[in-house]
């Protein structure tokens, strides 16, 4: 058992002018967890991974990966963690192979270790034929997976995914969870952003609700959805169901 968490937030905070887009969140999450973040849109989702991974700075709080200071020990808490961000632009005139040599490369790994990774990546992404193709030119859903081997290319142990399933063929969905599983099996951690509740369901072990900013619930997702269904129990949590039947113009009966 890990006492320090894989991924920590620590009164996490941010506001963009007037609008307080994150309040105060503190969250631990496990070593060898699958954590699902959950929220409605403009929840505060991509503003709380984007601080805990280094895009973004805090106006107050600390985000801690394996116990170090994303905002103080950047470079190292940097080498841990792997991040798929979410509307973060690729070096998209390269094409998907020299993307991830590139990353591969920048990260310090060796030009042999990067080629042989970089096989194995395409591969495991159903990318081998799209390999020489510029990443401008791939569809929404192979960037979401040339992005994803972008960030597990130098092996890390913590991957931050916001959105990874966006846009992805449901084959190709099949294969990034059969991946992810494997890692976490590993002894990987894995913080995943969804709007799924039954991918959440079904791939994670652990779940948080966020709301207006806020943290509402975290735990096993046993724990957080009780007796109903994850999808029920994020309704009930975060409210917001209005039942209607939309204007009457819409309406051609
Ligand atoms: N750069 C920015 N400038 C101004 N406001 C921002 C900025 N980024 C986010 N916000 C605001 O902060 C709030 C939280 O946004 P965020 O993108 O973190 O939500 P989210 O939970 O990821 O949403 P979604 O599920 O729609 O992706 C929203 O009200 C959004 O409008």
């Known amino acids: 058992m890990h006492a320090t968490p894989a991924l920590e937030f620590r009164g996490l905070m941010k506001r963009f002018g007037d609008k307080t887009a994150v309040e105060g969140i503190s969250l631990a999450i496990p070593v060898g967890s699958c954590y699902g973040i959950v ?9 709380t991974l984007s601080m805990a991974t280094g895009l973004l700075r805090p106006d107050a709080g600390h985000a801690l990966i394996a116990g170090i200071d994303v905002w103080q020990q950047p470079t190292a808490a940097k080498e841990l963690v792997g991040v798929l961000a979410d509307g973060v632009k690729l070096f998209d005139r390269l094409t998907g192979e020299q993307l991830i040599t590139y990353t591969g490369l920048l990260s310090g790994l060796g030009a042999e270790i990067v080629a042989q990774r970089c096989t194995d990546l395409l591969t ?35 991957l931050v995914l916001d959105e990874p399933f ?15 599983e494997g890692f976490v099996r590993g002894g990987g951690t894995v913080v995943v952003s969804s709007h799924s509740m039954d991918l959440v369901q079904r791939m994670c072990d652990h779940v948080a609700v966020v709301a207006e900013g806020r943290l509402l619930v975290a735990g096993t997702v046993d724990e ?20 209607l039947e939309g204007p009457t113009w819409l309406n051609h009966s």
């Open 124 to 158: 495991m992404l159903d990318l081998v034929e799209a390999r020489n193709t510029l990443v401008v030119d791939y569809s929404a859903g192979m960037t979401k997976k040339i992005a994803l081997a972008c960030a597990l290319v130098h092996a890390p142990r913590l």
């Open 166 to 180: 966006e846009a992805v063929d449901p084959v190709s969905a099949a294969n990034i969870r059969d991946i992810l």
């Open 39 to 47: 929220g409605p849109n403009g929840a505060g989702k991509t503003t």
């Open 224 to 243: 957080v959805r009780g007796e109903s269904t994850l999808e029920d129990r994020f309704v009930e949590l975060v409210g917001g169901r209005q039942h």
